[in-house]
Structures are given as C-alpha cells and as structure tokens.
DNA sequence: AGGTTATTTATACACTTGCACAACAAGGCC
DNA sequence: GGCCTTGTTGTGCAAGTGTATAAATAACCT
C-alpha cells in the first residue's frame, strides 16, 4: 500500500528516451510482426504492439502514416528476410553445381526457415493478399525472385551432368522443386515434432534428385 | 423520393421466413467464409456476416455460442469439403493404381481445388493455428487423412510395379509426395495465370512418377 | 547553461465490435 | 380461427479500435 509520504508524484509522466528513426521503425515493425504472429491479424493491434515495442500507442503516427502501412512494411520486411536466408544458402563458392543445390534444399528445410512464428505469419499475410494488392505484390516479387534462384541451380546441375534443357524444361523442374520445398516446408513448420531431426531434408534432396533425374550421392545422405 | 400517399409504415419490421435449423446454420457457415475469405478475419464482422447471410446480427447467437465458435465450425466444413473433394478423386473402381494415383494428382491440380478463394480461407485460418489449438487440431485431422490417402495408393502402386518398400520408405515417398502436391497447389492458387491449363498437373503427375522412379506413361501426359 | 526542436506521452473522440435482451411475428397445433 | 412456441428482429451497451491533437520532455546546439 502506498505510504502517506510516497516520494512518487501521483501522476508522474511515463520516462522516456529518443532513439534514432531508424531504431524506433525497426523496433516496432519487429513488434508488429510479433503481435501477429501471436494474436493474428485481428489482434495485432495498435496498442498491443506499442506496448510489445516499449512505447505508448500513439507514436505509432510518428513513424507510420498509419496502421495499414505499418502492415505493409512489416509484410515486406518479412519476405526480404526470407528470401534473404533463402539465398544465403547459395553463396559457396567452392562447391559443386549438386553440392548448392543440395546445401540449399538442406537450409530450407532446418531452422531457422523451419519455424513456426514465420509460418504463422506467412500464413496470415498471405490469407490477405488475394484482397490486398500490395501484399499481393510483396510476395510475388519474393516469390518469382526465389523460384529464379532455384533455376539457375538447376541450369547449373543439370549442365555440369551434361544435359541442355529448354527453356520449358527449365521451367517445369523449377516449378516442381520450388513446390517439394515449400510443401515440406510447411509440413515441418506445421508439424516438426512428426520429423526426425534432417529427415524432411533428406527427404527433400531424394526427391529433388529424382525430379532431375540424378543417381544418388552418398555423401548428402542424412549422417 | 417517397411519396407522402406512400403506403409502407416508416418504421416497418423487416419481413423474415423460418428456416430450418440445419439450413441456416449451413447458411451462416458459408456467409461466414465468404466474409473471411473477401475480408479476412478481421473484417468478418458479426454484421457482415448477418448481412450476407440475408439476416440480422442477433441471430447469430441463436445459433452458435460466439464468434469463436461459429468460426471454429466454419473452418472445420471448409477442411472437411477440402479433404472431401480430394479423396473423391480416389474412387475409380476400374482403374490401375497409376491410374487412379494420377487421377489423384490432377484433380488436386485443378480446379475447384485450385481456387484463390479457398486458398485465402485456408492460409488464413492456418495463420492462427498455432495459437488456437482446436484449429491446430481440424487442421491436423484433415491432413494426416490426406496423407494417408496418399500412402495407401502409393502403397497399391508399388505393388503394381513388384516393389515392396518398408514403413519407412513408403512413409517418405508418402511425405513427399503430398509437398508437391501442396506446393504446387499453393503456385497454382497465388498465381494461377502463370500456367497453362494442366500444365499444374502434368508438372505434378512427373514429379511424382520421378519420386517413385516409375517410367513415365503417355496417356496422362497433358493432352 | 539555456533555448529549441521534435520525439514521446497522454488524453479525447468518433466509430465499430461482440454480446445481451426485450419486443415481435411466422408457422405449427388444437 | 386463436394460441403458443421459438426463430428473428431491433436496440442498447460496455469494451476496444484507429486516429487526431495538445501537452510534456529528452536531447541537441550554441
């Protein structure tokens, strides 16, 4: 209980400090991105995510002209960082055509991009895009970007076996290797304590051979 | 402009009929995935939904307990049709195992499962299955039935062909399998025009006959 | 240190939301 | 027909929403 003689004045001004811009947005697109994840769309709310971020809701205005562009950013931050990921996996220099492509099944399909906070908030963004344009946006250049890395691995492999595919042929292993990664992809993230620890990879690098129609390589078995 | 001779009572009660039970709460349910599926779950409004359903917010609650419930039910019918609609593909007496396997494969790869509209109804109830477990759960019920499905044929099929695989094995082809399947189905929803008409399921049809190292047949080629 | 700026808080407001409840009427039963 | 059940409407309400804006104050400049 309160003491008579209570030091604090009764309505003291909540303390604060100033960051700098770019702090405050990141800070609270992270936020943003938190509250949907955890309580979806509907209650990702301006409040909610203020006091996920350490702030008070109407700073929000301050940064962001509104709740829907905050979405919006948040939105495409989120598929940059995948994509990003995505692609990391790809940047090993010294390694074979099939060894890249191997290394990026296998990424895709453990943690980090295994995980069930980004799946959810896949899921609930990309329930909207069918409605909304920008969101629509924001993924099909995520999308399309992905599935053109994919290709170029499998120009890659596939010319280091000796094969020329059109362009056609190109395309349909692209299309169908995008689709057994993004399948297992959310069959881990959805229900990851069905799969032993790098069973979907290995899994997936089966399948993706097949696709192309590699023999098997011992050493990308699962160890 | 009314008429001041105009024979309706300014404050007329709106004319209404009594439906049967089943039948309006059929109803609802389906104004309800409209609703989600054109507003999401945040603009699925007890109202719009009402207003969609041709009757007023009230009555919702003579039928359901909450909001939560009725979406719960909604989602569990839209689960229930999808699985429905995909195992019906399956019941081809006549028909070799490959046959009806891809059968499998291009009625899930076309439409009315192709559909952006029920792939906006899926992605966004899936977003907050994992923070609602009974969504989490109709989820999880609906899928493993698929992969069964999935597995059983795949099972006739390997037969057919004199393989006789293990639990794991077939597991595994099960599992990959339906990624493609779903991967694909997810291109074909978001970006349906992308594609020739069956070029979805021709892509399909090869990646799995390439995951179960069958020879490829012409007959189901796209034709 | 003192003045200035603009970041941050706090409050207010119009509006929507899900839910509760009383009035009403449609359709079956006698 | 008249009554009775109950499906259905309309209204009200408290809580919560996004937005607007004034007041406070932390940090920078000289």
């Known amino acids: 209980m309160p003491d008579a003689t209570d030091p604090a004045p009764m309505n003291a001004r909540r303390k604060f400090r100033r960051e700098g811009e770019g702090r405050r947005r990141q800070d609270l697109i992270e936020a943003t991105l938190d509250s949907v994840a955890e309580y979806g ?19 929000i205005r301050h940064y962001f002209p509104g709740k829907e562009e905050l979405l919006q950013e948040a939105y495409t931050a989120l598929v940059g960082r995948m994509t990003e990921q995505a692609k990391a996996a790809l940047v090993m220099d010294d390694a074979s055509p099939r060894q890249r492509l191997a290394a990026f099944v296998t990424a895709n399909l453990n ?5 069930a906070r ?16 920008a969101l629509a946006r924001a993924h099909r250049d995520g999308y399309l970007g992905f ?11 596939l010319a ?3 094969h020329k595919p059109d362009a056609g042929e190109l ?14 992809w959310i069959e881990g993230c959805l229900a990851g304590e069905m799969f032993s620890p790098g069973e ?11 696709e192309l ?8 078995q699962e160890k």
Chains 1, 2 share one sequence.
């Open 147 to 157: 599935r053109n890395e994919v290709e170029a691995v499998v120009a890659e492999v």
């Open 160 to 162: 280091a076996e000796q």
């Open 171 to 184: 395309r349909h292993h692209a299309i169908a290797i995008n689709a057994i990664i993004d399948g297992l």
């Open 213 to 220: 129609g590699l023999a098997p390589l011992k050493q990308f």
């Open 118 to 133: 980004v799946f959810s908030l896949w899921a609930t963004f990309l329930g909207r895009a069918g409605a909304d344009p």
């Open 41 to 59: 769309l509907q209650g990702a709310t301006l409040r909610t995510i203020a006091l996920r971020a350490g702030v008070t809701a109407g700073l």
């Open 200 to 210: 979907l990879a290995a899994i997936g690098i089966k399948a993706v051979e097949a």
């Open 111 to 115: 943690a980090p991009i295994i995980d």
